[in-house]
């Protein structure tokens, strides 16, 4: 596997999405090596990023440690 996305299974299509808990495993190497900066959307797998990187922070890292930069997408 090249990359992975942290979203939601991407199917046939998209195999390389992790979804939550493979993805788990991602967040938590990544808070202990000390990052706790994490850029999404709700855009990315249909939202499920968003509460990915949610569940992790719960489990892994305080709130205050955690920095989220999030985006929306508008359609004119």
């Known amino acids: 596997m090249k990359y992975a996305t ?3 299974s991407g199917g046939p299509t998209h195999p ?3 979804n939550g808990d493979k993805a788990q495993p ?3 190497r990544a808070i202990e090596l000390g990052i706790n900066f994490f850029d999404t ?4 797998s249909h939202g499920d990023s968003e509460e ?7 489990k892994y890292i305080r709130r205050e ?4 930069a999030t ?3 508008i359609t004119l």
């Open 71 to 73: 985006k929306l997408e």
């Open 6 to 8: 942290l979203g939601s």
């Open 26 to 28: 991602f967040y938590k």
């Open 16 to 18: 390389w999405f992790l």
């Open 52 to 58: 990915n990187i949610a569940r992790a922070i719960r």
């Open 41 to 44: 959307v709700d855009y990315y």
């Open 65 to 68: 440690d955690a920095v989220i």
